[in-house]
């Protein structure tokens, strides 16, 4: 197996590009969120991006509120208890980004179809309501009929829709802890995390733990995103920070409020993105920002024992930085 | 007694739950409600949320999302959205679900996706909204699959409309047997629990009624809130109040008093 770690700044320079179709591997607005690696991308200036959504987070938020998304999929758009999210709203009501609406059950099957390489999925739900009749791809079209098309079951002759399945250029997936081949376990929901995975061309790991590989040999069936799939490993603690990562760290209730406040307006926005985006390079640097008292205090977190099991194999700080400058070679 | 109508609200919700039903909740009020139900009559409640959060009650407080560590901490499963919106809802399964509105029309149809000042039906077009919300998240999958649902709403003129803006959540479409004729799984809202009482739909016609109000509103002040016309029922009823006992329960889950802030 081959060693996958990549530093933050290397795995967006290497697996990102402007225009492309990029998926942020969320599990729901509030918890485990690939965070830091969007805002590498906003550092290194990504543009035109079509986003693979299946829920909005703080992510794709400041994506879109820095104007670097030009199309958007979602099933959730906003921030749950947390409110709308402010910047993708703001950019989808300017028109600067097109908006496609489904369900979240439909999103799921999306991409379970193309993890298969299916032509399309069979859809039960999103149709015969707006999320069928109703297209930002072809705003001229009401009712639509080519989003979600209609059509037969061969077995009944009863109608159905057709949903078209997902094959996102990259993923970016938070998870709790992997090795460094890439063989991951998520603590908490999974949302899309596994499909996903398997849908994307290509897999960029950012987790919060590197662990020894006999973890995974001692918990096989918990590793639900393995090796085979996963292209580059990067090692962020803190990775879905202001969101919460179960079983190390709750969400930052302060900052998850305060942040989506600034991408309200674009000046806010740069604001934000001057103090908390581009002012760090390494992860010494972000956890300086984030404060050692708003780390100890959202490190108290009642999923805390979740963690147990598998603390044994925790791979250190100074392991991982030899085992990255080998992978540099 | 001392409430807020949204603690009135999550209460009348809470009742309309039955004991070991297999129940998906929604984020914010819908699980207050769930989990209300749990602690003061039903016992054997089968919750669960879209990320496949299985067998856990909150702690801390209202959860500030469905797959917020605070309804991670004493779960007996974590699967996911194929899992719980797929194999659980849209397959049937499903007992019952509590979903939000922020418009609700007179069919049960609910939006929750964006509010236009031409809306896409009415300008035969789709043009960006003039106010973006959320979208449906689960409650498409919910209006689908579900045996039955119950749908939570702030009863005001501008959200109580005679057609929404935009139909997230498919209720009974243009009612009679509309929905019918589309072969859902499921059998469609049972019941709007608002602000001020409670709807049901008519078995003919599927247009929501007023069964019953609360006792600090009036049928006028119902009727003025609602933008079509809203027939009330010939045995309208005034909802009993919720008890000590219920106050007690919901406050126990709801323990940063989310429903007391928000009036």
């Keep these: 197996m081959q060693n996958k770690l990549l530093s933050i700044q290397e795995a967006v320079a290497n697996y990102t590009w402007d225009g492309m179709t990029y998926c942020n591997g969320a599990a729901l607005p509030v918890g485990s969120c690939s965070i830091a690696f969007g805002k590498e991308m906003v550092k290194q200036k990504r543009k035109n991006l079509n986003v693979i959504c299946h829920c909005g987070s703080q992510q794709i938020n400041l994506l879109a509120a820095v104007g670097a998304v030009d199309r958007v999929e979602v099933g959730f758009s906003g921030l749950e208890v947390y409110g709308f999210a402010a910047g993708l709203n703001r950019a989808v009501i300017s028109g600067k980004t097109r908006m496609e609406d489904y369900s979240n059950g439909a999103m799921a099957l999306r991409f379970f179809g193309g993890a298969m390489n299916w032509p399309f999925v069979p859809a039960t739900v999103s149709i015969h309501n707006d999320q069928q009749w109703c297209s930002a791809d072809y705003p001229d079209e009401y009712p639509c009929t080519r989003k979600i098309p209609e059509i037969t079951d061969p077995f009944t002759g009863k109608k159905y829709g057709a949903f078209r399945t997902i094959r996102p250029d990259v993923a970016a997936i938070h998870v709790t802890m992997a090795d460094i081949y890439g063989n991951a376990i998520m603590l908490g929901t999974e949302w899309n995390r596994f499909e996903m995975s398997r849908a994307s061309k290509k897999v960029v790991l950012v987790t919060d733990q590197i662990v020894h590989t006999d973890c995974m040999r001692q918990y096989p069936n918990l590793v639900r995103i393995i090796s085979e799939v996963v292209d580059a490993v990067v090692y962020w603690p803190y990775a879905a920070w202001p969101q919460a990562s179960p079983g190390l760290y709750d969400s930052d209730e302060e900052h998850m409020f305060y942040m989506n406040k600034m991408m309200k307006t674009e000046a806010d926005t740069e604001a934000y993105c001057d103090q908390w985006v581009n002012s760090w390079n390494s992860h010494e640097e972000y956890m300086a920002l984030i404060g050692e008292e708003k780390i100890e205090k959202i490190s108290q977190t009642a999923t805390g024992f979740l963690m147990d099991p598998y603390r044994k194999w925790i791979r250190s700080d100074a392991e991982i930085r030899e085992l990255q400058d080998r992978t540099k070679g | ?263």
């Excluded at chain 2, 009020?29 to 769930?34: D, I, T, Y």
């Excluded at chain 2, 856990?56 to 209202?62: A, D, H, K, M, Q």
């Excluded at chain 2, 609910?110 to 035969?124: F, Q």
Aim: aromatic letters at 10%; hydrophobic letters at 35%.
């Design chain 2, 1 to 263: 007694m001392d409430y807020t109508k949204q603690e009135f609200m999550a209460i009348i919700t809470g009742r309309e739950i039955k004991d070991g039903e297999l129940i998906i909740l929604g984020v914010g009020l819908p699980m207050l409600a769930g989990y209300f139900a749990q602690t003061n009559h039903a016992p054997n409640l089968r919750p669960f949320t879209e990320g496949g959060v299985y067998g856990s009650t909150p702690v801390g407080g209202l959860p500030w999302g469905i797959e917020c560590n605070r309804i991670s901490a004493n779960a007996t499963s974590f699967t996911n959205a194929i899992d719980a919106l797929g194999f659980l809802v849209l397959s049937g399964r499903a007992d019952n679900a509590v979903i939000g509105a922020a418009q609700v029309d007179k069919y049960g149809n609910v939006n929750t996706t964006g509010i236009w000042d031409e809306p896409p039906w009415k300008a035969g077009k789709y043009l960006p909204p003039r106010v973006r919300l959320n979208g449906s998240g689960g409650a498409s999958d919910i209006s689908v699959g579900c045996k039955r649902y119950l749908i939570m709403a702030s009863h005001e003129k501008r959200r109580f409309m005679e057609k929404v803006d935009y139909i997230s959540s498919t209720g009974f479409l243009t009612g009679g047997d509309s929905r019918k004729k589309c072969g859902f799984v499921g059998g469609g809202p049972a019941a709007i629990i608002s602000t001020l009482g409670i709807l049901r739909p008519d078995p003919q016609t599927k247009e929501f009624y007023l069964e019953a109000y609360y006792p600090f509103t009036t049928i006028d002040e119902v009727k003025a809130s609602t933008d079509w016309d809203l027939k009330i029922s010939p045995d309208v009823k005034i909802v009993i109040e919720p008890t000590d006992e219920e106050l007690e329960n919901l406050r126990s889950v709801d323990v940063t008093g989310f429903l007391r802030k928000n009036g």
